[in-house]
Structures are given as C-alpha cells and as structure tokens.
T-cell receptor, first 118, second 109 residues
Framework: GAVVSQHPSWVICKSGTSVKIECRSLDFQATTMFWYRQFPKQSLMLMATSNEGSKATYEQGVEKDKFLINHASLTLSTLTVTSAHPEDSSFYIC??????????????FGNGTRLTVT | GEDVEQSLFLSVREGDSSVINCTYTDSSSTYLYWYKQEPGAGLQLLTYIFSNMDMKQDQRLTVLLNKKDKHLSLRIADTQTGDSAIYFCAERNDYKLSFGAGTTVTVRA
C-alpha cells in the first residue's frame, strides 16, 4: 500500500508556457502533500507544503505565483509551473503523508516528473 | 540540505557489505530516515529509526544511530547489483524532512 503516482513522468514545454504536474495518492488519503525539486546530482529541496482545503505553505525563496499549488481533494495535489523558463527545468517530486498519521510518520514519494523547458 | 551531510560516492564489490554514513545537526530530530533513489525515479523509503533507538535491523539493512555524535549509518549486507542507487538520509525538522546530498552506491562484480 501507500502508492503515490505522479503524472506526467516527463514533459517538455516551450518557454513562456505553463505546465501542470499531478500528484495522486492511489490507495490512501493524504491531508498533507509536499513538493520537492531536485537538481542534477543534488539533494531534494522542499518547495512547499500542501494541505487539503487550504493554501499551500511555501519555503523561503520559492515564488508562490510561479509555482501554483492546489490540493483540492484528499488524493490529489497539483503543481503548476507558470510561464516556465529554462531555469525551471528540473526533477519535481511529490510526497504524501497518510491521513491520520502523525507528522513524524514516513512520507511516500512519487516517481517524479522531469520537466525540460526549451 | 546543509544540515545533513553524506559522503557522495561508495563503490563496493558484489557480496560485500556496504556502509553509508550520515551526520546531522538537529539534536531534536525525532526520526531519521534512509531513502533509496534509482535513476529517473522517485524516493523509496528503506527504513527509519526513532531517536531513542541505537540500532534497527530489517533483513539485509542495519541502521545504527549515535545520537551523541549525531551520526547515522546504513549497512547493507550481501550487497547486490540491484542495490546500486543513490541513498539519502533525512532528518525530521519540525514539519519537514531535510535531506543529505545523497550517496551514490556503485556495486561492481
């Protein structure tokens, strides 16, 4: 159990367009989902924390108007990269915490989305 | 994650044991985690340890925690080619996880 699915797994878009990435918890409900960004050969950097039914909490330095997060249901969070630029090219990974578990409980990660902006 | 440090590379012969080390800075961390990332994929939780434990064993995996030195290690016994991946340690800081830069483990025949 505890499967997190991301879609798409990779996407190429032109500079100036917007891209939406979906993160779904397939077999559990997730009140909290997290969005990370990973640069090549580097660690994961938390971008924002997404809580179902409320506004996302963004980490310092992350532009909330550029990276729009919506967590409209207990099984789906979306990240939209607006007006994408080549420097937004990265690997984006989401994770989810099962509803009802403490904040210390392990997170389950999706397989990531490779975004390339040309 | 500047708060969590790991060596970047480890090469090990198939069948030998691998030991991946990690140091962290937040003494209030309650849980520490090991994740595995295969090429182009997300993170897979391998194991985790609560801060009041010294050791946890799960099949081929052994986690050792030295809370005094803020040192965490992951030992993989009988390392297989399928163990080649990047291994991240992570500590719980309040509501979020802080990750190390990852250790790339290469298993050679």
């Amino acid at each position: 159990g505890a499967v997190v699915s991301q879609h798409p797994s990779w996407v190429i878009c032109k500079s100036g367009t917007s891209v939406k990435i979906e993160c779904r918890s397939l077999d559990f409900q997730a009140t909290t989902m997290f969005w990370y960004r990973q640069f090549p050969k580097q660690s994961l950097m938390l971008m924002a924390t997404s809580n179902e039914g409320s506004k996302a909490t963004y980490e310092q330095g992350v532009e909330k108007d550029k990276f729009l997060i919506n967590h409209a249901s207990l099984t789906l969070s979306t990240l939209t990269v607006t007006s994408a630029h080549p420097e937004d090219s990265s690997f984006y990974i989401c994770s989810a915490r099962r509803q009802g578990l403490s904040y210390n409980s392990p997170l389950h990660f999706g397989n990531g989305t490779r975004l390339t902006v040309t | 994650g500047e708060d969590v440090e790991q060596s970047l590379f480890l090469s090990v012969r198939e069948g030998d044991s691998s030991v991946i080390n990690c140091t962290y800075t937040d003494s209030s961390s309650t849980y520490l985690y090991w994740y595995k990332q295969e090429p182009g994929a997300g993170l897979q939780l391998l194991t985790y340890i609560f801060s009041n434990m010294d050791m946890k064993q799960d099949q081929r995996l052994t986690v050792l925690l030295n809370k005094k030195d803020k040192h965490l290690s992951l030992r993989i016994a009988d390392t297989q080619t399928g163990d080649s991946a990047i291994y991240f340690c992570a500590e719980r800081n309040d509501y979020k996880l802080s990750f190390g830069a990852g250790t790339t483990v290469t298993v050679r025949a």
